[in-house]
């Protein structure tokens, strides 16, 4: 509220007005103001009488123009108090309503992949210690600060370029524990130079270490363990400076993976929010199901629309909203590469049969350059080009593994039994035949095509994608199957070839695997059709990023846990709080004015008078002309005569 006063205090004329002019002006009545106008008489009326009805009226004028003022100022005041329709601490930039596409999506800044740390926000930090590596994720989202009950969703934005991944994965010390703190410190050196000019508030960044399969693999002692001293080297603040609790670092479950994941995939869709307000069970009108294939694991989860689970459900529910019930299931040793290791161990077994060994040659190499001892048994790999040989070591044992000729139902009669549907024989009973592989309940897929019928993979079906160059990010089962039977005729030189032609980063990144593009593909094949019991019309939908965001299960994960942070109440004032506090904040103000006024007023009334010699009783003490009422002089008043002196 601004208040604005004009004092015009010159000589007028006589009948001429002075004026006070007051201005109210808002946000919310730009336009409204009232005028005063106060009388001033010249000083020729100025006897005390008229002096006294003059100050009179003014004060009427006065009390009249602050009580005017004063309503205006509160009523104003109050409708300006109302509570926002927007939070407390708008955003920058502020998040979409809860019923919009896509919550997360719809900021610029979520498209930008060198998106700036904006102020004032909350940040976290992620750390996915998978079974090849660890990633280091940073997340912010707006303050905790609501003033509605239950708190809206708070939604993690990131950047490409706030991730980072080193290597081995924290697995790999298992035999020294004591060395897995140290081996993270450029994690957080990494978090610290993304997080520059925020170090004050370092403390109040929460960072949570979420172990995945490779971790899962290990004995109880030797996980626990390397657990210990995860939590030691972040419960100090010298080598971690942000906020850290002794249940932040830990072996997430293989459904918690698998729920991170499907949350990302359908929060990312716009799926999942708009259909988690309330309170209850959600009753979605469409989701999609969530595939992720892992070094160490796999997992599957989706939305069965009419709620009949009888196994691996998973209640999820973000903050205090509805909770939604999931399928989910995680298989471990499942992933690519333990599948890997136990189709090794399926050969080396043969091997030890069949002693066919390389011989007592002291000098042999495989196809990667590698010495190969003499002596070594000898194993062939069907899902490996012709051409190729490598060797290995297992079980304090060596082998040499080659290249058979190229064929992909070769490959698939070697792979389809790492899925080990023999010991499915109980779940078939138990379940009336609703099982998938390795004994494990799971309900009919979803129809498709349909609202909840499509899939989407990540994590290591991204990575097949592109070794079979699919010509678009979803593909059925058919295609798949083609061009995966391409890919196995491939010999060795054939592969190598087709890596010259990538860019030099790629193709030295691309060099390690290309052996292996046959099994990976053929396995990830298997998994879904023979696994999962994908049909050849159904659609699996392959993406990295969805508007500029990496699809992970760390965005799920932290989604879940900001949601589960404390938050702020700012209760809004109700309408008569606000009116009877701008009532008594105005009587204040508008007193000050009026004293201001009123002796401005006076001050000047005094002066006019003097020029005009009127004393305090209303008579002049020095001669003058009487040219107005009452302007009769005191010496021409003695100098008539009395009837005496006639």
């Given at each position: 509220?601004?208040?604005?006063?004009?004092?015009?205090?010159?000589?007028?004329?006589?009948?001429?007005?002075?004026?006070?002019?007051?201005?109210?002006?808002?946000?919310?009545?730009?336009?409204?103001?009232?005028?005063?106008?106060?009388?001033?008489?010249?000083?020729?009326?100025?006897?005390?009488?008229?002096?006294?009805?003059?100050?009179?009226?003014?004060?009427?004028?006065?009390?009249?123009?602050?009580?005017?003022?004063?309503?205006?100022?509160?009523?104003?005041?109050?409708?300006?108090?109302?509570?926002?329709?927007?939070?407390?601490?708008?955003?920058?930039p502020p998040p979409p309503p809860p019923h919009t596409s896509s919550p997360a999506l719809n900021t610029e800044a979520s498209r930008k992949t060198n998106m700036k740390i904006t102020w004032p926000t909350q940040h976290g930090l992620i750390i996915d210690a998978g079974s090849t590596g660890s990633r280091m994720h940073v997340y912010q989202w707006d303050a905790r600060r609501f003033d509605t009950v239950p708190p809206p969703f708070s939604f993690p934005l990131t950047s490409n370029r706030w991730t980072n991944r080193l290597a081995p994965g924290i697995s790999a010390f298992a035999d020294c524990p004591q060395n897995v703190g140290t081996s993270l410190d450029s994690l957080i050196s990494f978090a610290r130079e993304v997080l520059a000019g925020k170090e004050h508030q370092f403390k109040y960044f929460p960072i949570y270490l979420k172990a995945t399969g490779g971790m899962r693999q290990l004995s109880p002692s030797k996980r626990e363990a390397i657990i210990d001293e995860v939590r030691k080297y972040m419960m100090n603040k010298t080598t971690c400076p942000f906020y850290f609790e002794h249940?932040?670092?830990?072996?997430?479950?293989?459904?918690?993976?698998?729920?991170?994941?499907?949350?990302?995939?359908?929060?990312?869709?716009?799926?999942?929010?708009?259909?988690?307000?309330?309170?209850?069970?959600?009753?979605?009108?469409?989701?999609?199901?969530?595939?992720?294939?892992?070094?160490?694991?796999?997992?599957?989860?989706?939305?069965?629309?009419?709620?009949?689970?009888?196994?691996?459900?998973?209640?999820?529910?973000?903050?205090?909203?509805?909770?939604?019930?999931?399928?989910?299931?995680?298989?471990?040793?499942?992933?690519?590469?333990?599948?890997?290791?136990?189709?090794?161990?399926?050969?080396?077994?043969?091997?030890?049969?069949?002693?066919?060994?390389?011989?007592?040659?002291?000098?042999?190499?495989?196809?990667m350059n590698a010495v190969v001892p003499s002596g070594s048994l000898r194993v062939t790999n069907p899902c490996l080009p012709k051409g190729y040989e490598e060797s290995f070591r297992h079980q304090g044992?060596?082998?040499?593994?080659?290249?058979?000729?190229?064929?992909?139902?070769?490959?698939?009669?070697?792979?389809?039994?790492?899925?080990?549907?023999?010991?499915?024989?109980?779940?078939?009973?138990?379940?009336?035949?609703?099982?998938?592989?390795?004994?494990?309940?799971?309900?009919?897929?979803?129809?498709?095509?349909?609202?909840?019928?499509?899939?989407?993979?990540?994590?290591?079906?991204?990575?097949?994608?592109?070794?079979?160059?699919?010509?678009?990010?979803?593909?059925?089962?058919?295609?798949?199957?083609?061009?995966?039977?391409?890919?196995?005729?491939?010999?060795?030189?054939?592969?190598?070839?087709?890596?010259?032609?990538?860019?030099?980063?790629?193709?030295?990144?691309?060099?390690?695997?290309?052996?292996?593009?046959?099994?990976?593909?053929?396995?990830?094949?298997?998994?879904?059709?023979?696994?999962?019991?994908?049909?050849?019309?159904?659609?699996?939908?392959?993406?990295?990023?969805?508007?500029?965001?990496?699809v992970t299960w760390a965005l799920g994960a932290m989604l879940y846990e900001i949601n589960a942070l404390p938050w702020e109440y700012a209760k809004p004032p109700t309408w008569i709080t606000a009116f009877i506090g701008s009532f008594l904040l105005n009587i204040l103000l508008f007193a000050g004015v009026i004293f201001f006024l009123r002796k401005s007023h006076l001050s000047a009334a005094a002066i006019i008078n003097r020029k005009r010699g009127i004393s305090s009783t209303g008579l002049g003490s020095s001669d003058r002309s009487s040219d107005g009422i009452g302007g009769v002089s005191r010496s021409s008043y003695q100098s008539i005569p009395t009837s005496s002196q006639v």
């Open positions: 509220m601004l208040i604005r006063a004009h004092t015009f205090t010159r000589h007028r004329p006589s009948g001429r007005l002075g004026r006070f002019n007051f201005s109210s002006s808002n946000d919310l009545v730009p336009n409204a103001s009232v005028r005063i106008y106060i009388s001033f008489v010249s000083s020729s009326a100025s006897t005390p009488s008229t002096m006294h009805r003059l100050r009179s009226r003014e004060r009427k004028h006065y009390f009249s123009a602050s009580f005017a003022m004063l309503l205006l100022s509160t009523v104003a005041s109050a409708q300006q108090a109302q509570p926002p329709s927007t939070p407390i601490n708008p955003p920058d249940d932040f670092a830990r072996v997430v479950s293989g459904e918690e993976e698998g729920i991170y994941g499907w949350t990302a995939i359908n929060f990312l869709l716009g799926k999942l929010l708009p259909a988690s307000a309330g309170t209850g069970t959600v009753d979605a009108n469409s989701s999609v199901g969530a595939l992720d294939l892992g070094g160490a694991s796999a997992q599957i989860s989706f939305f069965v629309p009419d709620q009949d689970i009888l196994a691996n459900m998973f209640k999820l529910q973000i903050g205090a909203q509805k909770h939604w019930n999931v399928y989910v299931h995680s298989f471990l040793y499942f992933g690519i590469n333990s599948a890997r290791d136990r189709l090794h161990d399926t050969l080396t077994e043969e091997a030890q049969a069949n002693k066919d060994r390389t011989g007592k040659k002291k000098q042999v190499t495989d196809s044992k060596d082998y040499v593994v080659e290249g058979a000729t190229g064929s992909f139902s070769l490959c698939m009669d070697r792979v389809v039994p790492l899925l080990r549907k023999d010991l499915n024989s109980w779940c078939n009973f138990a379940h009336n035949h609703q099982c998938s592989f390795a004994g494990v309940y799971q309900p009919d897929l979803p129809p498709a095509p349909g609202n909840f019928g499509e899939f989407y993979g990540f994590g290591t079906f991204k990575d097949i994608w592109k070794m079979l160059a699919m010509p678009d990010v979803k593909a059925n089962m058919s295609v798949y199957k083609e061009r995966t039977e391409a890919m196995c005729a491939l010999d060795w030189d054939a592969l190598q070839h087709m890596n010259k032609q990538k860019k030099k980063k790629k193709r030295e990144k691309s060099l390690p695997y290309l052996a292996h593009y046959c099994f990976v593909a053929a396995f990830g094949y298997a998994l879904l059709t023979e696994g999962y019991g994908f049909e050849a019309s159904r659609n699996l939908t392959v993406v990295s990023k969805i508007d500029g965001l990496k």
